[in-house]
């Protein structure tokens, strides 16, 4: 992984810096969304790996859907250098670099059931008071925590689980 983000970094801040130039940050997060899908896709691995396969024809294969002349340029030096595979830690650090210019921070949520209207919107507000910055939520579900959420912010975790709570309760007991 260090390798590819070592691969990856030169053409993301490039990318970054072009959009941010030119007001695209939003298209540009998009495009590479959709390139990095396209590139994790399993028929791609085959197609990738293929010495016999040129360029042009990877180009031709990645903007069929009538990408801009900078995304084919993109493409273009990414298939020269055989980088394509690099396209979703690309799209990773692409994604940092965005999240500290607009001053956001992604939040994991794990939650033992969904939330109901509102609760989540309280969620957020609450950790964007406790971490002053904009918070980026990604919820997912987890039925072996019992109740409660988890939420990992960076390198802090908050465990707000039952699970959580019966754990310290039994290493609190075991330790008496």
Do not use: C, H
Request: net charge negative.
């Amino acid at each position: 992984m260090a390798e590819t983000a070592t691969i990856a970094r030169p053409y993301a801040e490039a990318l970054f810096a072009m959009a941010d130039k030119s007001g695209s940050l939003a298209q540009w997060s998009e495009t590479l969304g959709q390139l990095a899908q396209f590139a994790q896709a399993p028929e791609m691995a085959q197609i990738l790996g293929n010495p016999k396969v040129t360029s042009a024809q990877f180009v031709e294969l990645f903007s069929a859907a009538g990408m801009p002349a900078e995304v084919k340029g993109l493409l273009q030096m990414l298939t020269e250098n055989r980088r394509l595979q690099a396209l979703p830690a690309i799209r990773d650090l692409f994604e940092q670099l965005k999240a500290e210019r607009e001053g956001a921070i992604d939040a994991e949520i794990e939650t033992a059931f969904p939330f109901q209207t509102g609760e989540l919107e309280a969620l957020v507000v609450d950790l964007e008071r406790r971490f002053k910055r904009k918070i980026r939520p990604q919820v997912s579900l987890n039925q072996e925590l019992i109740g409660g959420a988890k939420v990992s912010v960076g390198d802090q975790v908050i465990d707000g689980t039952v699970r959580g709570k019966l754990q310290a309760m039994n290493a609190g007991l075991m330790g008496s």
